[in-house]
């Protein structure tokens, strides 16, 4: 307790205040030694604060870009759960930096209310209320092109293991075919007539039977159960962050997806910038590269600066400078020349890009500074 | 001094009167020079638009070529043309106003509400461009006018420059709109109407983006080349604007004569698609214009555009003087923080004096002297140059005063900046001391190649010379190599010790080994000591202690097996370091204590003693690990993989074990007896054990071969201590190379058709040899098969390799833009400069410097503790 005290005084952040309690707290040192070292750590804190005028964004993009040199281009990797294939390295680097609105695997992680997780088969209960199941899984589909009929002969085995009731499952197929054709049930069979004899149509109906999604959740494709510790976790090929929080005996605080932009839709701002720093340091650690947190902050910060998901590029946070110059430099020159003419645009020439350019000192680090010397006669 | 500044710049649309005010001659002559080589008048090199031979002076501002900067000029069109570059907002605007009043097919109201929308997002800065969207889409389905109740007709917009109005959309009858038309359409249209499209009225009219005058550019824009055979070769603008005043003045030759109608047309369309390749060869819908020789003509947007561009290459980047680039080569005898540059470069590149009272004498020493580093030439207060050589020198020191400025030879201890390209972080460009040394290559101690990526395989280096005291001083401060030890992209060291050096000082630190006198003083030789205590033997640790400061520290070296257990001081592997008070007493040196991008031993120095104790120190420790193993020596050669028969019998015996195990698994898939892996199909889950059984009797051989090898072998040495190569590749080069693979996967692709990599085997044939096992060792060799399976996987590292480059230099490029804007303000804040916008109120949420921190922590609590409590103790 007066360790609190002390360290009350010092305006340190809170993760240094946290540490220096923890580790005074395993020493159990006096007072005033105590403070002695608070004092020390303060100091030390303020000597290892940036600079004013530093070009922390150039930094940052160096520090993430740089070793985007030596990450591999190997797209697929097991990452964590051997069953799943996740993007990883140097192409969901750029995924995440794209923002983009489908990624190449999207994946979700679901963690499960307390009386849910503790036992295989209830975490299964969930699962298959999550997994989507096609018709063509808990039934055989055939057509007959003859009798231009369908014929469904449903497989109990599977429908007992999925939880799945026969008139759930009818339901399900009357449902989408409830316009093109009628369906009888013959024992335990249900046969699809087609209402215009036509085969084109048949067959329109034959796919639409195939690809019918009679349980579970249209976006997630395969859902894998592990025990992490003492509970059950789901993890998910797909991804549909919405629909999987709605679902019972999920527990939606503790339950995340890799689609940043899903993410941004679902949960926020906030939760987006969250979801870009975690992702771009998980993809960085995997390939054994060291980043410093602050430099991925300031890229995600820079991301959802305004309130919108902007990428790092031409439709996105380049794209949408403020500065002419700067923009008709990066990418789409003459576009944005005559652009910014039939708007009246006016550059103010504050960044660094314009300042080059026209050959003028930069706004940054030694050349921020303001002060001029007068040149007088020395006394 | 204040220096003048450029504060902002505007850009609008040229208005044709603008073009005719700024213009200094029509143009009308299709010719350009005379018989006798001389300018024609009123031809595209007039000299009133500037001058480019020498000789020659321009007749409106009577400047000599290199002094007149050049004048506009300006063709007056016959008939008016669509610029392309506005097609599509002309598009925009005739749909979007009434046909015969000019008015916004919007109510009044409704045009307010998005005028006042366009604005309030202008002047949050945000983008409008969805505003602009809805107002098109919306005066694009009115169907009568709102003003005046006129019908409306749908417009059709054929790229690049086309309209047409469609009188019926069933009988595809379509009226074409001449520009003319269009023109007129345009200057009904009122200022407030404008608006809402995104038009600034302010800059532009919307009849201006139909082209009545065309502005051409000054000589200077465009000069003409002489080739070696005298023939003078036109720029492709020059070539362009020929074209234009060609068919102009056809044109209006044509009309006056009162040519059918047909003709003319077909003669504005000529016009109109050189305007349009003039301004833009690469419009799609029309082939580009091409030169005589078939190349496509360089035009105004060509100029513009892209990595070589205006913008990108002449903006953006510029050529600089008082550079040199060329091959580098190491020297471990000179410190990190010096270059070693070619007596030739030397003289060549040169630092200005600026003479004042205070260093007038050093001035007029460099003047008088006759060997290098003199002056090669001073400048007068009046800008003068002039050249110092032998007969002038005595009576130029003579002259010399405050306010000349004395250019002298680069000389030992100069600042300059040293870059490797690709420049992709700060470290590579640092600040080195020069020192001028014979032969014709830069010389770099091998310790700064991490942070430059660089090798000796032929890389070459840039240098450049700062010119200013300020940039002298800024360099010296702020860029110097030892102020780069530590990354700011971890908060670690990234210089450090490589190669020999880890090797050198692994040998002389590991175990208890006891060194001569005679020995040790050599080693010690290059390092600068005060003292050394007197003795006959040295221990290897006791001389590694003599070059380092006073620190303290306990880590667990790269030699450290992992037991599960660490047994710390008794570590029987000599693998737990520890130094006390700048004495090591146990352990061994390797990579992990000065191996750049590790180096605890360097962080630690770093952080107690600061950045010149730590360049004294991997000077110190460069030096002595290289007269260790030159010494010691340390060498490899093909027979250090050699392995006893006994070892290459086991070997064989584990793999073909590991081969029998593969087949006996395609057997069980084969009968249907596998069982396959959960979410994997039956064919993955063989694919996967089989990777598995041949990665696990690879790693076995690797093993044996590792066990026979002994610690004592170079090449061993090299691997453990992480100087070079790993144990993987001496498995490869001693046992067996293993298998071969593409995109992670087996080889599997090569005859299509019949399910086989090669036409030595059977189809369907799933064997280890089959899809790309390579039994083999380097050593012994490959069979062809396995060879050809090796350069299969091997092609793929090469692919990755090229593909991954331009990818991450575009993504590296992408961040840089969005992210240099950025500055940390007075108050912490990090803000973009142009916007204003906050990105964060504090930068990193803590507002530490990465590089200051240590490897992430905002400050290292551990050691300042332990530091207090030493000193209590």
Same mark, same amino acid.
């Given at each position: 307790?007066?360790?609190?005290?002390?360290?009350?005084?010092?305006?340190?952040?809170?993760?240094?205040?946290?540490?220096?309690?923890?580790?005074?707290?395993?020493?159990?040192?006096?007072?005033?030694?105590?403070?002695?070292?608070?004092?020390?750590?303060?100091?030390?804190?303020?000597?290892?604060?940036?600079?004013?005028?530093?070009?922390?964004?150039?930094?940052?993009?160096?520090?993430?870009?740089?070793?985007?040199?030596?990450?591999?281009?190997?797209?697929?990797?097991?990452?964590?759960?051997?069953?799943?294939?996740?993007?990883?390295?140097?192409?969901?680097?750029?995924?995440?930096?794209?923002?983009?609105?489908?990624?190449?695997?999207?994946?979700?992680?679901?963690?499960?209310?307390?009386?849910?997780?503790?036992?295989?088969?209830?975490?299964?209960?969930?699962?298959?209320?999550?997994?989507?199941?096609?018709?063509?899984?808990?039934?055989?589909?055939?057509?007959?092109?003859?009798?231009?009929?369908?014929?469904?002969?449903?497989?109990?085995?599977?429908?007992?293991?999925?939880?799945?009731?026969?008139?759930?499952?009818?339901?399900?197929?009357?449902?989408?075919?409830?316009?093109?054709?009628?369906?009888?049930?013959?024992?335990?069979?249900?046969?699809?007539?087609?209402?215009?004899?036509?085969?084109?149509?048949?067959?329109?109906?034959?796919?639409?039977?195939?690809?019918?999604?009679?349980?579970?959740?249209?976006?997630?494709?395969?859902?894998?159960?592990?025990?992490?510790?003492?509970?059950?976790?789901?993890?998910?090929?797909?991804?549909?962050?919405?629909?999987?929080?709605?679902?019972?005996?999920?527990?939606?605080?503790?339950?995340?997806?890799?689609?940043?932009?899903?993410?941004?839709?679902?949960?926020?701002?906030?939760?987006?910038?969250?979801?870009?720093?975690?992702?771009?340091?998980?993809?960085?650690?995997?390939?054994?590269?060291?980043?410093?947190?602050?430099?991925?902050?300031?890229?995600?910060?820079?991301?959802?600066?305004?309130?919108?998901?902007?990428?790092?590029?031409?439709?996105?946070?380049?794209?949408?400078?403020?500065?002419?110059?700067?923009?008709?430099?990066?990418?789409?020159?003459?576009?944005?020349?005559?652009?910014?003419?039939?708007?009246?645009?006016?550059?103010?020439?504050?960044?660094?890009?314009?300042?080059?350019?026209?050959?003028?000192?930069?706004?940054?680090?030694?050349?921020?500074?303001?002060?001029?010397?007068?040149?007088?006669?020395?006394? | 001094?204040?220096?003048?500044?450029?504060?902002?710049?505007?850009?609008?649309?040229?208005?044709?009167?603008?073009?005719?005010?700024?213009?200094?001659?029509?143009?009308?002559?299709?010719?350009?020079?005379?018989?006798?080589?001389?300018?024609?008048?009123?031809?595209?090199?007039?000299?009133?638009?500037?001058?480019?031979?020498?000789?020659?002076?321009?007749?409106?501002?009577?400047?000599?070529?290199?002094?007149?900067?050049?004048?506009?000029?300006?063709?007056?069109?016959?008939?008016?043309?669509?610029?392309?570059?506005?097609?599509?907002?002309?598009?925009?605007?005739?749909?979007?106003?009434?046909?015969?009043?000019?008015?916004?097919?919007?109510?009044?109201?409704?045009?307010?509400?998005?005028?006042?929308?366009?604005?309030?997002?202008?002047?949050?800065?945000?983008?409008?461009?969805?505003?602009?969207?809805?107002?098109?889409?919306?005066?694009?389905?009115?169907?009568?006018?709102?003003?005046?109740?006129?019908?409306?007709?749908?417009?059709?917009?054929?790229?690049?420059?086309?309209?047409?109005?469609?009188?019926?959309?069933?009988?595809?009858?379509?009226?074409?709109?001449?520009?003319?038309?269009?023109?007129?359409?345009?200057?009904?249209?009122?200022?407030?109407?404008?608006?809402?499209?995104?038009?600034?009225?302010?800059?532009?009219?919307?009849?201006?983006?139909?082209?009545?005058?065309?502005?051409?550019?000054?000589?200077?824009?465009?000069?003409?080349?002489?080739?070696?055979?005298?023939?003078?070769?036109?720029?492709?603008?020059?070539?362009?604007?020929?074209?234009?005043?060609?068919?102009?003045?056809?044109?209006?030759?044509?009309?006056?004569?009162?040519?059918?109608?047909?003709?003319?047309?077909?003669?504005?369309?000529?016009?109109?698609?050189?305007?349009?390749?003039?301004?833009?060869?690469?419009?799609?819908?029309?082939?580009?214009?091409?030169?005589?020789?078939?190349?496509?003509?360089?035009?105004?947007?060509?100029?513009?555009?892209?990595?070589?561009?205006?913008?990108?290459?002449?903006?953006?980047?510029?050529?600089?003087?008082?550079?040199?680039?060329?091959?580098?080569?190491?020297?471990?005898?000179?410190?990190?923080?010096?270059?070693?540059?070619?007596?030739?470069?030397?003289?060549?590149?040169?630092?200005?004096?600026?003479?004042?009272?205070?260093?007038?004498?050093?001035?007029?020493?460099?003047?008088?002297?006759?060997?290098?580093?003199?002056?090669?030439?001073?400048?007068?207060?009046?800008?003068?140059?002039?050249?110092?050589?032998?007969?002038?020198?005595?009576?130029?020191?003579?002259?010399?005063?405050?306010?000349?400025?004395?250019?002298?030879?680069?000389?030992?201890?100069?600042?300059?900046?040293?870059?490797?390209?690709?420049?992709?972080?700060?470290?590579?460009?640092?600040?080195?001391?020069?020192?001028?040394?014979?032969?014709?290559?830069?010389?770099?101690?091998?310790?700064?190649?991490?942070?430059?990526?660089?090798?000796?395989?032929?890389?070459?280096?840039?240098?450049?010379?700062?010119?200013?005291?300020?940039?002298?001083?800024?360099?010296?401060?702020?860029?110097?190599?030892?102020?780069?030890?530590?990354?700011?992209?971890?908060?670690?060291?990234?210089?450090?010790?490589?190669?020999?050096?880890?090797?050198?000082?692994?040998?002389?630190?590991?175990?208890?080994?006891?060194?001569?006198?005679?020995?040790?003083?050599?080693?010690?030789?290059?390092?600068?000591?005060?003292? @050394?205590?007197?003795? %006959? =033997?040295?221990?290897? #640790? !006791?001389?590694?202690?003599? $070059?380092?400061?006073? &620190? +303290?520290?306990?880590?667990?070296?790269?030699?450290?097996?992992?037991?599960?257990?660490?047994?710390?001081?008794?570590?029987?592997?000599?693998?737990?370091?520890?130094?006390?008070?700048?004495?090591?007493?146990?352990?061994?040196?390797?990579?992990?204590?000065?191996?750049?991008?590790?180096?605890?031993?360097?962080?630690?120095?770093?952080?107690?003693?600061?950045?010149?104790?730590?360049?004294?120190?991997?000077?110190?420790?460069?030096?002595?690990?290289?007269?260790?193993?030159?010494?010691?020596?340390?060498? @490899?050669?093909?027979? %250090? =993989?050699?392995?006893? #028969? !006994?070892?290459?019998?086991? $070997?064989?015996?584990? &793999? +073909?074990?590991?081969?029998?195990?593969?087949?006996?698994?395609?057997?069980?898939?084969?009968?249907?007896?596998?069982?396959?892996?959960?979410?994997?199909?039956?064919?993955?889950?063989?694919?996967?054990?089989?990777?598995?059984?041949?990665?696990?009797?690879?790693?076995?051989?690797?093993?044996?071969?590792?066990?026979?090898?002994?610690?004592?072998?170079?090449?061993?040495?090299?691997?453990?201590?992480?100087?070079?190569?790993?144990?993987?590749?001496?498995?490869?080069?001693?046992?067996?190379?293993?298998?071969?693979?593409?995109?992670? =996967?087996?080889?599997?692709?090569?005859?299509?058709?019949?399910?086989?990599?090669?036409?030595?085997?059977?189809?369907?044939?799933?064997?280890?040899?089959?899809?790309?096992?390579?039994?083999?060792?380097?050593?012994?060799?490959?069979?062809?098969?396995?060879?050809?399976?090796?350069?299969?996987?091997?092609?793929?590292?090469?692919?990755?390799?090229?593909?991954?480059?331009?990818?991450?230099?575009?993504?590296?490029?992408?961040?840089?833009?969005?992210?240099?804007?950025?500055?940390?303000?007075?108050?912490?804040?990090?803000?973009?400069?142009?916007?204003?916008?906050?990105?964060?109120?504090?930068?990193?949420?803590?507002?530490?410097?990465?590089?200051?921190?240590?490897?992430?922590?905002?400050?290292?609590?551990?050691?300042?503790?332990?530091?207090?409590?030493?000193?209590?103790?």
């Amino acid at each position: 307790m007066s360790y609190d005290t002390i360290l009350a005084e010092y305006p340190l952040p809170p993760s240094v205040k946290e540490e220096i309690k923890e580790e005074l707290e395993k020493i159990k040192v006096k007072k005033s030694v105590a403070k002695k070292i608070v004092d020390y750590c303060y100091k030390a804190y303020l000597s290892n604060l940036l600079e004013p005028g530093e070009a922390v964004g150039i930094v940052a993009a160096q520090s993430i870009g740089e070793p985007g040199t030596q990450m591999t281009m190997r797209t697929f990797h097991y990452a964590g759960v051997a069953e799943l294939n996740v993007t990883l390295g140097l192409p969901r680097l750029i995924e995440i930096l794209d923002v983009r609105k489908n990624p190449s695997t999207p994946m979700m992680t679901i963690r499960l209310l307390s009386e849910y997780a503790k036992e295989r088969e209830k975490a299964r209960e969930v699962a298959n209320r999550i997994e989507a199941t096609y018709l063509k899984d808990v039934a055989e589909i055939e057509v007959d092109l003859k009798e231009t009929i369908i014929t469904i002969k449903p497989d109990f085995e599977a429908l007992r293991r999925k939880d799945l009731s026969i008139g759930e499952l009818r339901d399900k197929i009357e449902k989408i075919i409830k316009k093109n054709a009628e369906l009888i049930e013959i024992n335990g069979k249900f046969i699809v007539k087609v209402s215009k004899e036509s085969y084109k149509l048949l067959m329109d109906v034959f796919e639409e039977l195939r690809e019918l999604v009679v349980m579970g959740i249209k976006e997630i494709r395969r859902v894998i159960i592990r025990k992490e510790g003492e509970e059950y976790v789901l993890y998910t090929e797909g991804s549909s962050l919405k629909k999987v929080m709605k679902i019972k005996g999920v527990d939606f605080t503790r339950t995340i997806t890799n689609d940043i932009y899903e993410i941004y839709e679902v949960l926020g701002i906030e939760a987006a910038r969250a979801a870009i720093i975690k992702e771009a340091i998980e993809t960085l650690e995997e390939q054994g590269l060291e980043v410093d947190v602050r430099h991925i902050m300031l890229v995600a910060d820079v991301m959802t600066a305004d309130g919108e998901l902007r990428q790092i590029g031409r439709h996105g946070v380049a794209g949408e400078k403020q500065s002419i110059l700067a923009r008709a430099a990066f990418e789409m020159t003459v576009n944005n020349l005559l652009d910014a003419a039939l708007k009246g645009e006016v550059d103010n020439l504050k960044g660094i890009t314009e300042n080059i350019i026209i050959g003028q000192p930069i706004k940054l680090g030694t050349g921020d500074v303001e002060l001029i010397a007068k040149l007088g006669v020395r006394r | 001094m204040y220096p003048k500044k450029i504060s902002t710049i505007k850009f609008e649309v040229l208005s044709p009167q603008e073009i005719r005010r700024m213009s200094v001659a029509k143009l009308n002559n299709p010719e350009t020079y005379d018989d006798d080589g001389f300018p024609v008048e009123s031809g595209l090199m007039d000299t009133r638009l500037g001058v480019i031979d020498p000789g020659l002076k321009c007749k409106t501002c009577g400047g000599k070529a290199g002094e007149c900067p050049g004048h506009f000029g300006h063709i007056e069109l016959a008939a008016p043309v669509v610029h392309v570059g506005y097609a599509k907002i002309i598009a925009r605007l005739l749909s979007g106003t009434c046909r015969e009043c000019g008015r916004i097919l919007l109510k009044d109201e409704r045009r307010d509400k998005f005028i006042r929308e366009i604005e309030r997002l202008k002047a949050l800065g945000q983008s409008y461009e969805e505003v602009l969207k809805e107002v098109f889409r919306l005066t694009k389905a009115a169907k009568k006018c709102p003003h005046c109740g006129a019908e409306q007709i749908e417009i059709k917009f054929e790229k690049p420059t086309s309209f047409y109005e469609i009188l019926d959309p069933e009988k595809k009858e379509e009226q074409k709109l001449t520009p003319k038309d269009v023109r007129e359409r345009l200057e009904k249209i009122i200022n407030e109407d404008l608006l809402p499209f995104g038009l600034d009225p302010k800059a532009v009219r919307a009849e201006w983006f139909v082209l009545t005058v065309l502005p051409v550019p000054p000589v200077t824009v465009r000069p003409s080349i002489i080739l070696e055979t005298g023939q003078r070769s036109e720029d492709d603008l020059t070539h362009k604007l020929v074209d234009i005043i060609r068919i102009n003045q056809r044109f209006i030759e044509n009309r006056d004569a009162g040519a059918p109608q047909q003709i003319l047309e077909d003669l504005w369309e000529l016009l109109q698609y050189h305007v349009t390749t003039y301004l833009d060869n690469e419009v799609s819908g029309i082939p580009p214009a091409r030169h005589r020789s078939g190349r496509p003509l360089k035009t105004l947007a060509q100029r513009l555009k892209g990595k070589d561009g205006r913008f990108r290459g002449s903006l953006s980047g510029k050529r600089v003087n008082f550079s040199a680039r060329t091959v580098i080569s190491p020297d471990p005898c000179i410190s990190i923080g010096e270059v070693g540059v070619p007596e030739e470069v030397a003289k060549e590149l040169s630092v200005p004096i600026f003479v004042t009272p205070n260093n007038i004498e050093v001035a007029r020493e460099f003047v008088l002297r006759k060997q290098s580093p003199k002056a090669s030439y001073v400048i007068r207060p009046d800008g003068k140059r002039i050249r110092v050589i032998d007969t002038n020198q005595e009576e130029i020191a003579e002259k010399l005063e405050p306010g000349w400025i004395v250019e002298r030879e680069l000389m030992d201890g100069d600042i300059v900046l040293f870059n490797r390209q690709p420049s992709l972080h700060r470290m590579s460009i640092m600040a080195h001391h020069v020192r001028v040394l014979p032969y014709k290559t830069f010389r770099l101690n091998p310790a700064v190649c991490p942070p430059y990526n660089a090798d000796f395989d032929g890389d070459e280096m840039n240098l450049h010379v700062p010119q200013s005291l300020e940039a002298q001083a800024e360099a010296k401060i702020l860029m110097a190599v030892q102020e780069h030890i530590l990354s700011p992209r971890f908060g670690g060291p990234i210089l450090g010790g490589i190669h020999d050096h880890i090797t050198g000082l692994y040998l002389l630190t590991r175990g208890e080994k006891k060194f001569e006198k005679e020995d040790a003083m050599e080693f010690l030789r290059a390092v600068d000591l005060s003292e @050394i205590p007197a003795k %006959d =033997e040295y221990m290897g #640790k !006791e001389i590694f202690s003599f $070059i380092l400061p006073k &620190i +303290s520290i306990k880590f667990k070296a790269e030699i450290c097996q992992g037991c599960a257990i660490c047994k710390e001081e008794s570590c029987e592997n000599d693998a737990y370091v520890i130094i006390e008070n700048g004495k090591m007493l146990k352990g061994t040196i390797d990579e992990k204590a000065v191996g750049a991008f590790k180096g605890i031993v360097i962080d630690e120095i770093m952080r107690k003693f600061g950045s010149s104790i730590t360049k004294k120190f991997i000077d110190d420790m460069t030096k002595l690990a290289i007269r260790v193993i030159t010494r010691l020596g340390f060498t @490899i050669g093909i027979d %250090d =993989e050699d392995i006893p #028969k !006994e070892a290459v019998q086991q $070997i064989e015996e584990t &793999i +073909s074990e590991a081969e029998k195990r593969v087949e006996e698994l395609i057997r069980a898939y084969k009968e249907g007896n596998l069982e396959p892996m959960p979410g994997r199909s039956l064919e993955e889950t063989l694919e996967l054990r089989i990777m598995q059984e041949l990665g696990k009797a690879r790693d076995r051989a690797g093993k044996i071969a590792g066990r026979y090898l002994g610690m004592d072998n170079s090449a061993v040495i090299m691997a453990v201590s992480g100087a070079r190569g790993s144990m993987l590749n001496l498995t490869q080069m001693a046992a067996c190379i293993g298998q071969q693979s593409v995109r992670g =996967e087996r080889i599997t692709r090569g005859y299509a058709y019949t399910h086989r990599t090669t036409s030595h085997f059977r189809s369907m044939d799933l064997g280890s040899k089959a899809r790309g096992f390579v039994r083999s060792s380097y050593k012994s060799g490959l069979s062809p098969i396995e060879f050809f399976f090796h350069a299969a996987g091997g092609r793929e590292g090469l692919v990755d390799t090229a593909v991954r480059t331009s990818q991450s230099g575009y993504l590296q490029r992408r961040m840089i833009n969005a992210l240099q804007d950025l500055k940390v303000e007075y108050d912490g804040t990090v803000r973009e400069q142009t916007s204003g916008v906050i990105v964060q109120f504090k930068y990193g949420e803590d507002g530490v410097d990465p590089m200051k921190s240590f490897r992430g922590k905002a400050v290292d609590v551990k050691r300042i503790i332990r530091e207090i409590m030493e000193v209590k103790e």
